[in-house]
């Protein structure tokens, strides 16, 4: 009965009935044989959320798949969710923080009301991905998933009400002025921190597919007045210096592309296993997508006199208002022919999914390079200098290059190689997540993630085993967009059902692997010991993660 | 006194010396102490290669490294090599086929000599290459190898002639009138085919980085009168069809660019070792090198009025004046960008390193495709059709293309793979060969080959490796043209020098990898295993062979 027991809740999770579900209180089978088929009819009472009751019966046939499902009652009542309750106590932003795992219990908050949600992970549609609001606001993550946006979930949020959040705490924030980073903007909650000055986070892979942008600083975010925003271009051997504020930016001809945006370090955390590397300990999330709007470089390049035959002039510098320490500016490059060129789709952006860029993200003007590392697309830019040389910056010269294996701190020479743009096929599996406890749906197993190649190439294939190898599964394609190599800039989101063979028993552990393939038919290697570097870039090996199969 | 023996014949074989090098007559050695140093002082005498003898003195200190030689006394005699001699036996072609082993003896023939090369082959400069013209003729080689063209050699090869080649045997020929294959051109003795008809060949490793170009023909190679070749030109959606004459397109604006062209089965007979694959069963030389000059496609197709902004169009195809059986032509297209794009760099080329294409590579016309896969450089071209799809042809529609290793002939469908254009990063060792047995030089093994990468991506670091990856050896570029990415279409030629740690014995096995980093910083997968595919193409993981060390 406990195997038939779950699947009805599992499958009332995923019915168009989640949103009514709130406990099970009563349960009956009674088994039958029919037309050469035996079935279980399945009596089910679910306490209703708001009031009274649901009764569902289901069928089960012999394969336990479920055949029909019939009989809904239901009483609806007007729920204001989140509202101010008298007969509730009240507790602080602190009160409600230290209630962040089932030991404390977990609480969250919603608009000025508290909730006990400890109980009801267990039966959350999104599964675990509720705990990421533990001790903390569940509103960013409503954002997010716009399901929550619904009647009925207010309904079953308000069944789990305890309590009222301190009025003062709603607007709490202090502001420190002698730091630095006094004037970083607010950051979502569900941005985990890989470093917080300059402010690095990471956000859940799982959170990841729903194109989400993690901001990725290199120092702290300036404050800029878009009155008062002039952008230098200069020529290196010419002395006109044109300039132009944000509203004559605006006024240039405006072009929109879609771009996945990746740091060098993404994944880097995989490549610290095989050995410490210098960097932050970046998971699979240092990568985002967007749709971004802006005038083409290109164009201002045109209108500074530069053209697409030039010959002695081979890069193009970008300088960002972000100061270091030492009072030097962030600074980076890349060649010419990207700038210049028609298919190259360099933008200087002033939108970000169709509002002013924020403040993370390079407000008012960041350089969209297209399929090159992130840390060429200049945030908060000032100055582009076309040179015949590359960027004399750090970040240019003694950074984002990628080394041999046996490359140590004692031999390494930064000029012996050359400056990360374009980056290699990745992939990485979002869902489910590394250590998982992992649920069959009908006897599949469901992973999800992203691929994406640098340079404009499209994601032709992605492969996924769990058997080492053995046996590869071809993913399906959730969301890719339609431009053609080489101007497909934006990432391919997968999805895949993998059968689960009968005889893995409850607990057992399973290995998933990914790979991707794109449409130069690179792939990524096998693993992290070859491509180990130590600045711990380009961490493009298989994606493996372990899960735990729950029967 | 053995190794010291075996060190000065080394050396002997590296050094100036080594044109007067015929066999050692006499030996004798001293040690001796001085300046805190041990010397050996070794006396050698040589038989010089034409008449007298050579006498050499060598000092050989501790680290067995030789600090000094002098003494040489020499006479010279004019030889004409390869001239009729009346003194000496008659031979037929048959006959000197026949001995291509040391057991039945090695000949060689050059003009009208021939030659027992028996006992020289251990002292040859080259090493075993030598055996490659084991029972044939030596001259293909010495076209090869411009280090022949000396008196000194000709002097050497003299001291073993045994006898004059028929004079029948020189111009023989046969031709089958019946056989679609009967006019075929002559191919170069050194090309070992992997199949002859078609003719599909590959050059030892040993002789691939010597900027020789192996053909790969799909079908019977045509035979085109060039005054009366005239290439079509024709616009889906438009009546009117331009036409050139060979003249014609020489008389257009010439270029000249030096591009690499792989068969998408290079290194096929690896993968097979996996599980089998269909398809010819190609080493690591089906690729080569070569200077094409030609028409831009991009002017040909504007003089026909297709324009960089064309949005229907979306593929050029090509057909080639080679047919099969059903009479259908070889066809394959490309996509517009490719063709029209300033830095695509497509020629329809007339010349292939300075003469007139050979017929084998497409006279006289065949488009070259930078950075794309052999099968779109049709060869004999006949017609260019601008086109909304892609060629029909069996090749690109139906071939050429990469699926998951779970793909078999049972379930695969060419419709979900996209067909090959650019290729993926690879490498391969040409010297030493797999299984061979190799000198070290000073302690060091001696390593070469070439890397490349499509989509005119440069090669940025080559990577060895004799220890499974626990040490990586950054290798030496020894040719690399200039042009940067996206627009570099040579390979380039690396070597390395490998310290030998002195642990490891004589006939000890060592297996070597290459792996290959472009400047997308894409690199090749580790094993063939995850990478497999039905038709055995893009076989890009690392390069490992094995080799016994000889002390």
Known sequence: MNYIFNRVCRRLTYSKYSQHYRTLTEFSEQRYEKN?????????????????????????????????????????????????????????????????????????????????????????????????????SVEPFWMIYGIHENPHVYAILETLRIGNLKKEDLKSLVDDMDDPYANEPRRHIALKPASKKPFNAELSPLLLCENFITPKNHLPVPEVDPDNYELEVEIEGKSRILSFTLDELKKLPKHT???????????????????????????PAAIGNACWTGVKLRDI???????????????????????????KQYGASIPLWKAIDNRGDVLLAYEMNGVPIPRDHGFPIRVIVPGVVG????????????????????????????????????????????????????SAICNPLDGQKVHLEEGYLKVKGYAWSGGGQRIVRVDVTIDGGKTWHVANFDAQDSAVPPKHWAWTLWSLKIPINEKIKDGEELE????????????????????????????NAYHRIKVNVCR
């Open 36 to 136: 050469d088929r035996s079935y279980v009819n399945v009596s089910i009472k679910l306490s209703y959320v708001t009031a009274g009751l649901i009764g569902c019966y289901f069928y089960v046939n012999k394969e336990q798949k479920f055949a029909y499902a019939a009989k809904l009652e239901k009483k609806n009542e007007a729920v204001i969710p989140g509202k101010f309750r008298n007969d509730l106590p009240t507790f602080s932003l602190e009160d409600i923080q230290k209630h962040n795992n089932s030991d404390a219990r977990i609480w969250v908050y919603y608009k000025e009301g508290v909730y006990d949600i400890t109980e009801f992970v267990e039966g959350h549609p999104g599964g675990e991905q509720i705990l990421m609001a533990a001790g903390g």
């Open 512 to 539: 998933i692997w990914v790979k991707a393939i794109d449409s130069c038919y690179n792939t990524q290697p096998e693993s992290f010991e070859n491509i180990w570097n130590l600045r711990g870039v380009l961490n």
């Open 257 to 283: 592309i879609t771009a996945t945006i990746m740091c060098a370090g993404n994944r880097r955390s995989e490549m610290t296993k095989v050995k410490a590397v210098k960097g932050l300990n970046w998971g």
């Open 375 to 426: 840390a060429r697309n200049v945030k908060w830019l000032s100055r582009i200098y076309v040179s015949v040389n590359e960027s004399p910056s750090h970040w240019q010269q003694n950074d984002y290059k990628g080394f041999s294996p046996s490359v140590d701190w004692d031999t390494v020479d930064y000029t012996k190689s050359p400056a990360i743009q374009e980056l290699p096929v990745i």
């Open 301 to 327: 390049l045109k209108l500074a006199g530069v053209t697409e035959d030039e010959e002695n002039l081979k890069h193009v510098q970008f300088e960002g208002l972000d100061f270091d320490a030492t009072s």
